[in-house]
């Protein structure tokens, strides 16, 4: 977690934009970190540790990209992470600034309202990193629409899908934790990453699929571990019992964990909801591929990003300028 000197306080009267000191308590904690990166240093020991992540995931990107014969310089990217209370934007953008990406020359907005290095690709809509929940959906091709670069294409397709409201559940299970968000999608998009995302996210460590593998043969410590998650869900799910639940996706390196699925399915059924009208679509890449959801859909943000921000699909005379076609 992201704490101590390098986070910024939790004071809304003193930080609220436009309050009336506009940030001014935070000004040291600022300070700080810009020091730290005027002597070369990542902003917080934190950001170190992201950017050491993000230099090892762009050497193996280049890798690959060169193993199959196609341009191997990554000069930026989108980064999608957990929906962490603790793990800030400003961290996000300073760990790709520290690991050597840069975003200024290609085309998109810099995020000019916020104080953070030009780093990671945004466009007009789109202008915070995706938590995994935006990404995941982007992921498996949920909700956004195919032909990106046609405005007409993605109005027919909009038209085809109707007003139906769709109510996502994010499961991201993971060996050492199990953390679910949710989102509302009212319609299909280019890629409909809100301009503010604010889930509401649950995380639970003690809930990885770690715990129950060391139960081995302990059928009580099995019983209680499954327990647990049918609770951990349960009162999620239950909090958003106003719309029927309608899709699950199934995410992390342990999201085929066998009977995973099927408890989470369960669990929404049996609240007995009278919202919930049938079983929510289950999402789910096998073969190990489930790790990399998030990761395909930051991936397709990128290229969409690269391709036609927003607003680069409109008619000649209606394009902004900074659209590369």
């Given at each position: 977690?992201?704490?101590?000197?390098?986070?910024p306080p939790y004071?809304?009267?003193?930080?609220?934009?436009?309050?009336?000191?506009?940030?001014?308590?935070?000004?040291?904690?600022?300070?700080?970190?810009?020091?730290?990166?005027?002597?070369?240093?990542?902003?917080?020991?934190?950001?170190?540790?992201?950017?050491?992540?993000?230099?090892?995931?762009?050497?193996?990107?280049?890798?690959?990209?060169?193993?199959?014969?196609?341009p191997s310089i990554?000069?930026?990217?989108?980064?999608?992470?957990?929906?962490?209370?603790?793990?800030?934007?400003?961290?996000?953008?300073?760990?790709?600034?520290?690991?050597?990406?840069?975003?200024?020359?290609?085309?998109?907005?810099?995020?000019?309202?916020?104080?953070?290095?030009?780093?990671?690709?945004?466009?007009?809509?789109?202008?915070?990193?995706?938590?995994?929940?935006?990404?995941?959906?982007?992921?498996?091709?949920?909700?956004?629409?195919?032909?990106?670069?046609?405005?007409?294409?993605?109005?027919?397709?909009?038209?085809?899908?109707?007003?139906?409201?769709?109510?996502?559940?994010?499961?991201?299970?993971?060996?050492?934790?199990?953390?679910?968000?949710?989102?509302?999608?009212?319609?299909?998009?280019?890629?409909?990453?809100?301009?503010?995302?604010?889930?509401?996210?649950?995380?639970?460590?003690?809930?990885?699929?770690?715990?129950?593998?060391?139960?081995?043969?302990?059928?009580?410590?099995?019983?209680?571990y499954w327990n647990?998650?049918?609770?951990?869900?349960?009162?999620?799910?239950?909090?958003?019992?106003?719309?029927?639940?309608?899709?699950?996706?199934?995410?992390?390196?342990?999201?085929?964990?066998?009977?995973?699925?099927?408890?989470?399915?369960?669990?929404?059924?049996?609240?007995?909801?009278?919202?919930?009208?049938?079983?929510?679509?289950?999402?789910?890449?096998?073969?190990?591929?489930?790790?990399?959801?998030?990761?395909?859909?930051?991936?397709?943000?990128?290229?969409?990003?690269?391709?036609?921000?927003?607003?680069?699909?409109?008619?000649?005379?209606?394009?902004?300028?900074?659209?590369?076609?």
């Open positions: 977690m992201i704490t101590d000197i390098y986070s004071n809304w009267y003193f930080d609220a934009p436009g309050g009336p000191f506009a940030g001014a308590y935070d000004m040291p904690r600022v300070a700080w970190r810009r020091i730290r990166k005027k002597v070369g240093l990542a902003a917080s020991p934190q950001v170190g540790a992201l950017a050491t992540v993000l230099k090892d995931l762009r050497t193996t990107a280049s890798a690959a990209l060169t193993k199959h014969g196609l990554i000069e930026a990217a989108v980064v999608s992470s957990i929906d962490l209370v603790a793990l800030y934007d400003e961290d996000i953008y300073d760990a790709a600034e520290h690991a050597g990406l840069s975003a200024e020359n290609l085309p998109g907005v810099e995020v000019w309202y916020l104080d953070f290095p030009d780093t990671l690709l945004t466009d007009m809509r789109y202008k915070r990193q995706p938590k995994h929940q935006d990404a995941a959906q982007i992921g498996f091709k949920v909700g956004v629409c195919d032909d990106y670069l046609s405005t007409a294409g993605c109005n027919q397709q909009r038209a085809e899908a109707g007003k139906t409201t769709r109510n996502f559940l994010t499961v991201h299970v993971t060996r050492q934790g199990l953390a679910l968000e949710s989102a509302l999608r009212h319609s299909v998009d280019w890629t409909d990453v809100l301009y503010y995302q604010q889930h509401e996210s649950y995380f639970e460590a003690s809930l990885g699929v770690a715990s129950l593998m060391a139960a081995k043969n302990d059928m009580s410590r099995k019983t209680a647990d998650v049918e609770k951990f869900v349960g009162g999620y799910a239950n909090r958003f019992s106003f719309i029927n639940l309608t899709d699950v996706l199934m995410i992390g390196e342990s999201a085929e964990f066998p009977d995973f699925k099927e408890h989470v399915v369960q669990t929404i059924m049996a609240l007995g909801l009278s919202t919930q009208t049938s079983e929510p679509a289950v999402h789910l890449q096998k073969n190990g591929q489930s790790l990399f959801t998030a990761s395909k859909g930051a991936a397709e943000m990128a290229r969409r990003v690269l391709d036609a921000p927003y607003g680069c699909a409109w008619p000649d005379n209606e394009r902004p300028p900074h659209c590369r076609r």
